[in-house]
């Protein structure tokens, strides 16, 4: 299966912007999406993105996030705008949907604060 590193993440105010970066280990065809997990509670999607370019986004990203790729970087980035405090957790990247049994990386932590 595909393994994916996720960096990026950092400390921003309210307000602020952040791009996080996902490469993947080796080729990328299909989906692939962003999640993110707040401790203590189950991961969620924020947005994925098509092999053809297509994308979608979960509500509370619509608007504000904007995901795009580059097959051949292997790299699906995500630019952030409008950063809100409850958008802290740590950020993960992963097919989408993600398959049974998927592996996770490390993921990237954001946190929004002043």
């Known amino acids: 299966q595909v393994q994916f590193v996720e960096s990026g993440g950092a400390l921003v105010q309210p307000g602020g912007s952040l791009t996080l970066s996902c490469t993947a280990l080796?080729?990328?065809?299909?989906?692939i999406g962003w999640y993110r997990q707040v401790a203590g509670e189950q991961r969620e999607w924020v947005a994925r993105?098509?092999?053809?370019?297509?994308?979608m986004y979960a509500g509370a990203a619509e608007g504000r996030f904007t995901v795009s790729r580059d097959n051949a970087q292997r790299t699906v980035t995500l630019q952030m705008n409008s950063l809100k405090p409850e958008d802290t957790a740590i950020y993960y990247c992963?097919?989408?949907?993600?398959?049974?049994?998927?592996?996770w990386g490390q993921g990237t932590l954001v946190t929004v604060s002043s």
């Open positions: 993105i098509y092999a053809n370019g297509q994308s």
């Open positions: 992963n097919k989408a949907p993600v398959p049974p049994g998927a592996s």
């Open positions: 080796e080729s990328i065809s299909g989906g």
